[in-house]
């Protein structure tokens, strides 16, 4: 009898870091249902010095019958913001208070300890110490930041002011609805209020949705900007150039990953590994202040697996996102039926076979956003089995290169021929999340 699972419940955390030799949960049945309970990304984690990765991510699911080379397809079947309030801005980091890299090896500057436990003290920039020493210890400082409350719907929020913040920091924890297996110091404690009675408009997405790497990889880093940080770093994640080629890109903050979205995820190890986290309330493309609005949440996620993918059926070398329509770019929505009959009316009078076509939006990462579009050009050339100058033709036509993440998310979304999402096998999904026929 399979030990396999219809539902998999997750409410426990890695330390940061997804590592393919950790045990994994589940597994979840082919078709089966992943629902969990995810931690703040982000601020919360990056001045919790415990934590080895800047993020806090869940424990990764198995996939029963997933093996390398294979893909997972994931369906976004919900997303539920439980925060109550959430705070961020934009980041500089702090010189002697990590070991290379702020997010992965943070220390305490006058001990030289890595990753010392801390506890808070008061609200403030300074509220995390050592719990040993009582020195300030986090590797950031917030240079500009607002604290934003949410309404009983979670549909708006409008950012606070000092009396206000500084309320909500001193009770941080349940304004965050923190996860109870969370350690993270939530960044409310930090009571940041620069900006002052902006309205904002809820859109939640998930921005950690991914499979495990086949290397440990600090979570915040399984993506080609981030990651990039690790070749020849200091500390003990440090990796060669080669190394990179074993991420598999989860950390994409791309706002389409959201309620209604298709992600199907490379598997580069046994049982794939899927793990979620770092949920944001809302955020413009390019996230160019560098974080935005982490926030707890409850996310249901359907699973399924699919072999033989890509044009030669040896696998996904990234992420392929199926949004919802209304997340296309214009030139890469399906035609109307009025679009389609005048354009075969048009192709018909010269004699030619229109193409069918649907919507595909391929991810690239790489260290800035030029490398990160060649990456996704060339993975979306692979997949489909075209040239990437043919892939660039489509995508100037039919798409466009859209920023997940400055410096190095991009999406390469453009309308493909039919048969050649059928000979990746991917054809079905597009077909079932854009209504389309043969």
């Known amino acids: 009898m399979s030990s396999s699972k219809r539902n998999v419940l ?7 870091i997804l590592d393919p030799e950790k045990p994994m949960l589940g597994p979840v049945q082919d078709g089966g249902f992943i629902l969990a309970n995810t931690a703040p990304g982000c601020w919360g984690p990056m001045i919790t010095p415990r934590l080895h990765g800047g993020h806090e991510v869940t424990q990764p699911v198995a996939v029963e019958g997933a093996e390398p080379g294979d893909a997972v397809v ?11 309030a959430t705070a961020s801005g934009h980041d500089e980091f702090v010189e002697g208070h990590f070991l290379g890299d702020p997010y ?4 305490n500057p006058r001990t030289g300890e890595l990753r010392p436990e801390t506890r808070v003290e008061g609200i403030g920039q300074e509220a995390v110490r050592d719990a040993e020493t009582g020195d300030p210890v986090t590797p950031f400082r917030m240079v500009n930041g607002y604290t934003v409350i949410f309404d009983e719907t979670r549909q708006v929020g409008v950012t606070v002011d000092k009396k206000s913040a500084e309320e909500i ?3 941080a924890e349940r304004w965050a609805a923190l996860p109870d297996g969370s350690v993270q110091h939530p960044i409310l404690v930090w009571a940041p209020h620069d900006l002052v009675g902006i309205p904002v408009r809820l859109r939640p ?13 600090p979570d915040s880093h399984n993506a080609g900007d981030f990651g990039s940080a690790l070749i020849d770093a200091p500390h003990e994640y440090g990796i060669p150039a080669e190394d990179l080629a074993h991420r598999t890109d989860g950390h994409m903050d791309i706002d389409a990953v959201r309620q209604g979205c298709i992600v199907v995820a490379p598997v580069r190890v046994p049982g794939a590994g899927i793990y979620v986290g770092d949920m944001h309330a809302m955020q413009g493309d390019g996230e160019i202040a560098g974080h935005t ?3 707890s ?5 359907q699973v399924h697996l699919l072999k033989g993918i890509g044009a030669k059926g040896d696998g996904l070398e990234g992420p392929v996102l ?3 329509t209304e997340d296309l770019p214009p030139l890469a929505k399906p035609l109307s039926p009025e679009e389609e009959a005048k354009a075969r009316k048009l192709a018909e009078s010269r004699g030619i076979a229109m193409e069918t076509l649907a919507p595909i939006s391929v991810v690239g990462t790489g260290p800035d956003l030029n490398v990160a579009t060649e990456n996704g050009l060339r993975r979306a050339a692979k997949l489909l089995g075209m040239t990437v100058p043919e892939v660039r033709n489509r995508a100037t036509i039919t798409g466009g290169i859209e920023i997940g993440r400055h410096p190095g998310v991009i999406q390469v979304t453009f309308l493909a021929p039919l048969s050649s999402l059928d000979n990746a096998g991917l054809g079905d999904l597009a077909r079932e999340q854009y209504g389309l026929g043969d």
């Not at 997750?10 to 940061?16: D, M």
């Not at 949440?297 to 996620?301: A, D, Q």
């Open 293 to 295: 609005t982490d926030v």
């Open 169 to 171: 920091g001193r009770d």
């Open 10 to 16: 997750v409410s426990s955390f890695t330390n940061g």
């Open 74 to 84: 994931i369906r976004i079947r919900n997303i539920s913001v439980t925060s109550v």
């Open 104 to 107: 992965v090896a943070a220390r």
């Open 297 to 301: 949440g409850s996310v249901t996620l």
């Open 205 to 217: 997405f998930l921005g950690q949705l991914g499979t495990t790497p086949s290397i440990p990889f």
């Open 322 to 324: 199926f949004p919802l």
